[in-house]
């Protein structure tokens, strides 16, 4: 369905870009408590994917902003990881008092740049923020080692666990928000401080995040946006020798890129990557469930999510069906205005990103059947980066649409027979990010979660995540977790230390090694 937009979705876009324009006049850097303007002598231009006009142009980052976010981390780094957990609990409190104070404009410049509706970003990404920030606000006080004991003759050892230093941080474009949370606020919490590099599409969140920091007195230098290309500025962050520890979200392709650049200085990597999850339905599932859940799966933030559901495997008993009630249910989501309340999906990031997807499209109807969508809207859509819910059957496994990452509102359904090969065409991608598996019989399901590679298996569900449980995943996906203490853990390092208790062992050890002299 097509919906036009209204009156209201105009005027709260045209007040999201006057706000836009007005609180960045000062620059897309903030570099030790201060906004900034890049250096590198380019410029971008950010666009609104609903309708193709320009928003805001700014100045990007270059080597040199780089170096001096660098050094201003490295400066905030002795104090800050010298607070006690008390005192970064107590600033993180106050940051995610500030955040609940903003919502709304963190909501609509979240809308504005990426194109979201704002009914989700309102009811999904803020929230879920300023969650994860109380979350790590608590995990802060609880940064523990190991209790001492005597593990050698007469010597007392513990394990500290410290900050690790300066983290350069890279996020990616479909969840500027919650990414820029998910890399910062573990980092500060465990003692570190943080250089993040948003991509240079949607800038306009993490830097009002940057700016809530230092309102709710986290000390200068401790969280830096730097805004450029990932060639120049990411490049230069991933390689710096004063940044200690990276964390790339984004494609495997960068992924590996990333690593390579970090090995040269033995940099701690953490690596969230491309997803192709599989979405399991058994024949005893109830299918009514499966199909809004393959949906809503499929076309959350518009398919542009590593965790989205790209590809359904249904068996045979149940296939016909899902797929004629699944494409039903897409035909009636209704793309429109962002803005807009009666919106429930809207553009892609980009016409790039756009045309992206329709290649995909377009190069599988000589293997595959498009059911439906497989096209971009006209008439009032016509200038954004739109594109309609696309569901596709028939598609071998070892074709395209089922093997790469389209990151789009693209879903492929795929009948099985038997239990064993559900699970094996579910694992059988180089990915393993997430996956979800459907069914009423709890040893079919229980079966799913164990053999399913993934790092998250949802049950009768998908796409649900919580602060306190970990994202992340295997294989082509990536290491590394965030969200939940164990993202936390991901933020620290291990010290053991270990004392002597009588003289007499240090003189037995000293005898042992070089004799009786």
């Known amino acids: ?301 518009t398919g542009q999510d590593c965790t989205a559901a790209t590809r359904a495997y249904v068996q045979r008993p149940l296939y016909e069906e899902f797929v004629s009630r699944t494409a039903a249910l897409m035909e009636s989501v209704r793309l429109g205005d962002p803005f807009a309340p009666g919106t429930d999906l809207g553009p892609l990031i980009s016409h790039v990103q756009r045309d992206r997807v329709a290649a995909f499209v377009d190069r599988a109807r000589s293997y595959a059947r498009v059911v439906t969508g497989g096209e971009a809207p006209g008439g009032d859509l016509a200038k954004g980066a739109y594109y309609r819910p696309t569901l596709i059957a028939g598609a071998a496994q070892d074709s395209e649409v089922v093997q790469s990452e389209i990151f789009g509102p693209v879903l492929v359904v795929l009948p099985f027979d038997s239990d064993d090969d559900g699970i094996r065409l579910a694992n059988d991608t180089p990915y393993g990010l997430a996956a979800s598996a459907w069914s009423r019989d709890v040893y079919r399901a229980n079966r799913a979660t164990r053999e399913i590679r993934a790092g998250c298996v949802w049950v009768n569900d998908h796409i649900p995540i919580i602060s306190e449980m970990p994202h992340g995943g295997y294989r082509a996906s990536g290491f590394g977790k965030d969200m939940s203490a164990y993202s936390f853990e991901e933020y620290t390092q291990i010290k053991h230390v270990m004392f002597d208790n009588t003289a007499v062992a240090r003189k037995d050890w000293h005898r042992t090694i070089f004799g009786d002299r």
């Not at 005027?11 to 303007?37: C, H, L, M, N, W």
């Not at 050094?71 to 600033?91: I, K, M, Q």
Request: with cysteine; aromatic share 8%.
């Open 1 to 301: 369905m097509h919906n036009p937009g209204n009156a209201d979705g105009a005027d709260t876009r045209r007040s999201a870009r006057e706000d836009v324009r007005a609180r960045f006049a000062d620059g897309a850097q903030y570099i030790a408590g201060r906004p900034a303007k890049g250096t590198s002598g380019r410029t971008y231009a950010v666009v609104d994917p609903s309708t193709g006009d320009e928003v805001y142009t700014y100045e990007l980052a270059g080597a040199e902003d780089v170096d001096r976010a660098v050094a201003a981390a490295r400066a905030a780094f002795p104090e800050w990881s010298g607070a006690t957990p008390g005192e970064r609990s107590d600033a993180l409190h106050r940051f995610a008092a500030v955040l609940a104070d903003q919502a709304e404009d963190f909501a609509r410049f979240e809308s504005l740049q990426c194109g979201k509706p704002l009914k989700l970003t309102r009811e999904f990404d803020v929230p879920g923020t300023v969650d994860n920030t109380a979350f790590f606000a608590g995990a802060a006080r609880h940064l523990q080692g190991q209790s001492a004991g005597e593990y050698s003759g007469d010597h007392t050892s513990y394990v500290r666990r410290e900050a690790i230093g300066v983290v350069g941080s890279i996020a990616p474009w479909n969840y500027p928000l919650q990414m820029a949370a998910w890399k910062i606020l573990p980092a500060i919490a465990a003692g570190n401080t943080i250089v993040l590099k948003p991509a240079e599409l949607t800038p306009f969140t993490s830097l009002l995040f940057a700016r809530a920091a230092t309102e709710a007195g986290i000390p200068d230098g401790v969280v830096n946006v730097v805004t450029g290309t990932g060639k120049e500025a990411g490049e230069h962050l991933v390689g710096h020798p004063d940044v200690a520890m990276t964390s790339f979200t984004g494609s495997t392709g960068v992924g590996r890129r990333v690593a390579e650049i970090a090995t040269a200085t033995v940099k701690r990597l953490h690596l969230e990557l491309g997803g192709k999850a599989p979405f399991v339905v058994f024949d005893d599932a109830d299918l009514e469930a499966a199909v809004h859940g393959a949906v809503a799966g499929a076309l959350i933030n």
